[in-house]
């Protein structure tokens, strides 16, 4: 029984998921969101530096907190907390990066740094 209604669970959280993934979805505007964005992307630490022109970054939003999992073989940018400061404004809060990162329907930016370590996007959707 426990099984069951853990699938049941999944299977409606997917629902929510898919249905926020609009390309018409701005993040701002909803809890929950997922969506792919694609165009140049690159990381830097001490031992990797990759630059894909056309890579990609799967996006994904809870509450208040996005992960992006890029293509290519760079790592994924987890746990970036955000704040709402107007209708298009998010502010990253938090002490573990610093740098810029601005998403909407349409564009990904991203130039971030945490722990050493440098994540860049400019993609679309």
Same mark, same amino acid.
């Given at each position: 029984?426990?099984?069951?209604? @853990?699938?049941?669970?999944?299977?409606?959280?997917?629902?929510? $998921?898919?249905?926020?993934? *609009?390309?018409?979805?701005?993040?701002?505007?909803? &809890?929950?969101?997922?969506?792919?964005? %694609?165009? @140049?992307?690159?990381?830097?630490?001490?031992?990797? #530096?990759?630059?894909?022109? #056309?890579?990609?970054?799967? $996006?994904?939003?809870?509450?208040? %907190?996005?992960?992006?999992? =890029?293509?290519?073989?760079?790592?994924?940018? +987890?746990? $970036?907390? =955000?704040?709402?400061?107007?209708?298009?404004?998010?502010?990253?809060?938090? *002490?573990?990066?610093?740098?810029?990162? +601005?998403? #909407? @329907?349409?564009?990904? $930016?991203?130039?971030? +740094? %945490?722990?050493?370590? +440098?994540?860049?996007? &400019?993609?679309? %959707?």
């Amino acid at each position: 029984m426990k099984s069951m209604l @853990k699938i049941i669970g999944i299977l409606l959280l997917a629902v929510i $998921v898919f249905a926020s993934c *609009s390309k018409n979805t701005d993040p701002a505007d909803t &809890d929950i969101f997922a969506g792919t964005f %694609r165009g @140049k992307i690159g990381y830097i630490d001490n031992e990797k #530096n990759i630059s894909q022109a #056309n890579g990609s970054v799967f $996006v994904t939003k809870i509450d208040t %907190r996005y992960d992006f999992r =890029f293509s290519d073989g760079i790592p994924d940018l +987890t746990g $970036v907390q =955000f704040e709402k400061k107007d209708a298009n404004t998010l502010t990253s809060v938090g *002490s573990d990066g610093t740098g810029l990162i +601005t998403i #909407n @329907k349409d564009k990904l $930016v991203i130039g971030f +740094t %945490r722990n050493g370590r +440098t994540w860049t996007a &400019d993609c679309n %959707r």
